[in-house]
């Protein structure tokens, strides 16, 4: 007997656009190979710049007592006198931000703010700030241009009782305290699927912040196939150098990584890594494994269906197959579906690597410099193969261990040679790639940290015992 999907209404529109015609199983295939696993065309550097480098950097933002700095409660994005989206709105407008809506014309909400460079202000479904930055041709124009996000948000800081915190888990709220505030059927739609699985769900959705780094694929063949590898093996050691997420609810979680410990714990068929069984010098087999993750991930969101999810059979492979409410899925369900895939490294024609704690200010630039070090540089992008490709396949006890940071020897002994490799890369770059400044930055926080095993989640612990404030 075929399995019957959770429903209510149904109210599908007849659409004669090829996106909206069934799909195949080798159409998707070809799709992941020529829009995923292509360099994107929007990529096109300067002669002089190696690559293009992007981040998208998540805050939290709670409102925070006037007297005592204290904070009293999240902040709500659209509810109450002075809500988040408006205060970032207005400010945004100012300086050329434009505001893009979600709702309904009687009731509509900003769904992000976006800028002519390509950045953007974007919103979790917790209430969480995203600066999403543009790909930019150096790392000196993305920091520049991340800086000037910042300051807007330190502007709001200054003018209003609220407080942006740049950690990867919340350090003070719960879960019910802080909600589901973005009210998309998507996120409505995942937050019961996740609470279906793990407690971790809901934590994921509303207490977690990270940074993504994207990174041009290259176009040759041979550079994909190493830098793809690369990003995915590396991804352990970046949760455990970059770990800043040992505090939840204002207790010390015994991690200095829980974020990573929370991305674990979610629905193993949609996160976490897709490595070939056997072959890993082949495109196609990278393809086959990536297709292998989304046809097996679980339906949670099917637009033009009102307050469903799917879950359990119903795979996108059980889709292709099957029709669903008297329906086959379509290209534009296909690109829902693999925006719902949260694996550590994300295909979008270009790297999206998943694998690191938001930063504070200060260090934020550093995990963008530490990756484009390694995959810019052919010496340096060899040299980390070399120690990452025997781990490819135990890339999921690695990340167990790194939850714990620096702790585990194999951990530490492979965060000082990829460090190290990952500086001489830096170093040879283009001058107007990257800066002195940077470079200086990236070997400030090797011997303030990893030098020493320790990880931003230790300063965050001093505070904590010391009882100074835990945002900066």
């Known amino acids: 007997m075929k399995p019957k999907p959770i429903k209510t209404s149904l109210n599908f529109l007849i659409m004669l656009d090829s996106n909206f015609s069934p799909m195949t199983k080798e159409e998707c295939l070809e799709d992941l190979r020529e829009r995923l696993f292509s360099p994107k065309s929007s990529s096109a550097v300067a002669l002089d710049s190696p690559g293009k480098v992007g981040l998208e950097q998540e805050a939290f933002a709670f409102v925070k007592d006037s007297q005592t700095g204290q904070p009293i409660r999240p902040t709500s994005l659209y509810e109450g006198a002075s809500p988040l989206a408006r205060l970032l709105g207005e400010k945004c407008q100012n300086r050329g931000g ?14 992000k703010i976006s800028f002519a460079s390509g950045d953007n202000f974007q919103f979790e479904p917790g209430g969480q700030v995203e600066i999403a930055t543009a790909p930019y041709s150096s790392l000196i124009e993305l920091e520049q ?57 809901q934590q994921m959705m509303l207490q977690t912040c990270s ?4 990174l041009d694929l290259g176009e040759k063949e041979e550079t994909q196939l190493l830098r793809i590898g690369v990003a995915q093996g590396i991804c352990p050691l970046l949760s455990a150098i970059f770990a800043n997420s040992p505090i939840l609810e204002r207790k010390n979680s015994g991690k200095k990584s829980l974020r990573s410990t929370l991305w674990k714990n979610l629905d193993s068929k949609r996160t976490g890594f897709w490595i070939p069984e056997k ?19 679980p339906l949670l969101n099917v637009k033009g269906i009102d307050d469903c999810w799917f879950g359990g059979p119903f795979t996108w492979a059980y889709w292709l197959e099957n029709e669903i409410e ?29 694998a690191t704690d938001a930063l504070s200010r200060n260090w934020q630039i550093v995990p963008a410099a530490f990756l484009s070090g390694i995959i810019y540089s052919s010496k340096s992008l060899e040299a980390t193969w070399e120690i990452l490709a025997p781990k490819i396949h135990k890339l999921d006890l690695l990340c167990q261990q790194a939850s714990d940071g620096l702790k585990e020897d194999e951990i530490f002994r492979m965060a000082g040679e990829i460090f190290q490799v990952a500086g001489d890369g830096l170093q040879s770059l283009p001058e107007t790639f990257r800066s002195d400044s940077q470079i200086q930055l990236l ?25 100074k404030p835990l945002i900066y």
Not at 189 to 194: E, M
Not at 211 to 214: A, L, R, T, V
Request: glycine share 6%; hydrophobic share 35%; net charge neutral.
């Open 326 to 354: 008297g329906r086959k899925p379509t290209f534009f369900d296909w690109e829902n579906h693999l925006s719902l895939l949260f694996p550590q490294v994300r295909m979008k024609g270009f790297l999206e690597v998943r």
């Open 443 to 467: 070997e400030s926080f090797f011997e303030h940290f990893t030098a020493k095993r320790r990880t931003p989640a230790d300063d965050l612990l001093e505070k904590l015992s010391l009882n």
């Open 279 to 297: 072959e890993i010098h082949s495109k196609e087999a990278w393809i086959e494994a990536y297709s292998k993750m989304a046809f097996n991930a």
């Open 145 to 201: 241009n991340l800086k000037k996000m910042q300051g807007i948000l330190e502007e709001i800081q200054e003018e209003n009782p609220v407080t942006f915190a740049q950690i990867g888990t919340h350090p003070y709220f719960t879960g019910e305290e802080i909600g589901l505030q973005l009210p998309k059927p998507r996120y409505r739609h995942l937050q019961s699927y996740f609470n279906s699985l793990h407690p971790a769900g």
């Open 211 to 214: 940074q993504h780094i994207n």
């Open 98 to 111: 434009k505001a893009h809506f979600f709702g309904t014309k009687d009731s509509p909400k900003i769904d």
